[in-house]
């Protein structure tokens, strides 16, 4: 009487190997939709954080009846935005890392300062939000209200 071999368990090395080919093509197509995906969560937390913070300059200059409540941060990447009344510091907060901060026109930073009524002392301005190497970007538009407002797509500069 011939003994019957036990029942094969396990994968064959062809079904390992047309598995992990498998996996690798879709990882392929995969790849650049999750990196723009991530790139535009992260520009939008950045416009969001943002957003806040020049709600709160201009709240805070309501609030203490202040001709002299200013938000300032410097373009360039992760650059770090500061809200600021007279010269007490109000709020500072730190920017996201690879996020590049970018004023409309030149200087080195973006100030808006806000009076007692929650209106900009100067010009309206816009400030674009983008990630290097990306398609990626929002621009803040803040007007002469005080008021700001964030859109999708690059800055139009006069």
């Not at 029942?7 to 062809?14: A, D, H, N």
């Not at 879709?26 to 913070?53: D, Y």
């Not at 409540?69 to 990447?77: D, H, K, Y």
């Not at 030149?106 to 398609?135: C, E, H, P, W």
Request: one cysteine or more; proline letters at 3%.
């Amino acid at each position: 009487m011939k003994a019957s071999s036990p029942p094969s368990r396990g994968f064959t090395l062809i079904e390992l190997l047309v598995t992990i080919v498998v996996v690798a093509i879709f990882s392929a197509i995969a790849g650049p939709a999750f990196r723009e995906m991530i790139a535009n969560q992260r520009v939008r937390s950045g416009t969001s954080a943002l957003n806040e913070s020049l709600w709160l300059a201009r709240s805070e200059a309501v609030k203490r009846n202040a001709d002299d409540v200013s938000f300032t941060v410097a373009n360039g990447t992760g650059s770090t935005w500061t809200v600021v009344a007279g010269v007490t510091p109000l709020h500072a907060q730190q920017g996201l890392s690879n996020v590049l901060w970018q004023k409309c026109g030149t200087g080195a930073s973006t100030v808006y300062t806000f009076n007692r009524y929650g209106r900009l002392t100067g010009g309206a301005g816009l400030m674009q939000v983008s990630i290097a190497d990306t398609n990626v970007h929002r621009c803040v538009t803040v007007s002469v209200s005080g008021r700001a407002t964030v859109a999708e797509g690059e800055c139009v500069c006069p």
